[in-house]
């Protein structure tokens, strides 16, 4: 058995040759040639393997035993390998695509809506979850839409130079339209009945430029036309418009006079500061509210009926409510924007102040 080529020596050499070829190998593509010469078919391991089958009878249980044990030892050690292999190879794939976070990155300012913008978005899809329409209307609007058609007889004060932008030359009799309500007009003449419409837009009115005062200004107008419309339903709908817009905040209407409206009121929101805690407390005015507990939000009222009846619906079957309320001041109470001059100028650190403190 010494000198025979199957002995313990010799079959030791081929295991350690093997085991050291497994472990030269650096990559798959080494380890993968190392195992076809060192287990391969053709391999001297195979070879012996099948060199058994001519050992005579005694010697044969010894060798095959010595040659099985020295297989399974190259195969474990070809598994080992492998998985020092996969593991360094990951190692080193992750140490080649490593991000340096602290590298700089682009700069250039993402834009974001301008505060106004998201608001009326925000505005409309209270009212579009409710099923209403939004409305729209031009900007240079027919003095007779403006006024006449509203209701506002030729000497109405609002009617002035003083408040109203007419644009040249003014026999045309057009206006910057002065308040949202002519899309009222517009709708009432155009749309079938109901009507349950929402109309944001841009109002101009020669007005002082102040921090509660810009020529150019927005308003979100409401009109409901229906049958059996009350002034419960104004309500409601402008409660509902409050709660999602403020949270907790408590609205109040009071008596007021526009001439497209009877009855007419105004809407006024609990003061967003002092919550009417000013109110009656001389050590603790508030300035917002002018300690009165109350901000005065937008009008509203039951659509008068010479309006309905100036666009041919039949008032003894149809009432309507409206409302107008201005979005810059919704803006103010809503998101603690002190000054409207900011919301004109388009430095973007206001908007992006305003929109990422409401978010
Ligand atoms: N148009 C009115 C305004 O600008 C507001 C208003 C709208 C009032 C609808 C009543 C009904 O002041």
Redesign the pocket.
């Known amino acids: 058995m010494e000198n025979h080529p199957l002995n313990e020596k010799a079959v030791s050499a081929l295991t350690d040759r093997a085991l050291a070829a497994f472990d030269a190998a650096r990559s798959f593509a080494e380890l993968k040639a190392a195992r076809l010469k060192h287990l391969g078919d053709k391999s001297e391991l195979a070879l012996l393997n099948k060199a058994i089958g001519t050992i005579p009878g005694a010697l044969r249980k010894e060798v095959g035993q010595r040659v099985g044990a020295a297989r399974a030892k190259v195969h474990l050690a070809l598994a080992a390998r492998e998985k020092e292999i996969t593991s360094a190879e990951l190692g080193q794939r992750l140490a080649r695509e490593k991000v340096d976070v602290t590298l700089p990155v682009g700069l250039a300012p993402v834009g974001e809506p301008h505060p106004i913008t998201a608001l009326i978005d925000e505005l409309g899809d209270v009212f579009i979850a409710m099923g209403w329409e939004i409305a729209e209307g031009p900007e240079l609007e027919a003095e007779w839409m403006n006024f006449d058609a509203?209701n506002l007889g030729p000497n109405h004060p609002a009617r002035a130079t003083s408040d109203t932008l007419f644009v040249d030359p003014v026999e045309n009799h057009l206006v910057l339209r002065?308040?949202?309500?002519p899309v009222?007009i517009r709708t009432m003449l155009s749309h079938p009945l109901p009507i349950y419409v929402v109309c944001p837009g841009t109002?101009y009115r020669a007005d002082e430029f102040d921090a509660t005062h810009v020529p150019a200004f927005h308003?979100l107008?409401?009109?409901v036309v229906d049958k059996g419309i009350t002034m419960g339903h104004l309500k409601g709908s402008l409660d509902h418009l409050a709660k999602v817009m403020f949270g907790g905040v408590r609205t109040r209407i009071r008596p007021s006079y526009?001439p497209?409206?009877e009855p007419?009121?105004e809407i006024d929101l609990e003061c967003f500061v002092c919550r009417g805690a000013s109110v009656g407390d001389p050590n603790a005015p508030c300035r917002t509210c002018n300690s009165e507990g109350w901000i005065e939000w937008?009008?509203?009222?039951v659509?008068n009926p010479r309006v309905l009846a100036a666009c041919g619906i039949d008032t003894d079957s149809y009432s309507g409510?409206?409302?107008?309320?201005g979005v810059e001041r919704t803006l103010m109470f809503r998101n603690g924007a002190a000054d409207m001059r900011d919301m004109v100028e388009g430095d973007i650190r206001f908007s992006r102040a305003l929109i990422g403190g409401a978010r």
């Open positions: 509203l002065t308040h949202t309500s009222q109002t308003q107008e409401g009109l526009f497209f409206t007419s009121a937008g009008g509203c009222g659509v409510f409206a409302f107008g309320m």
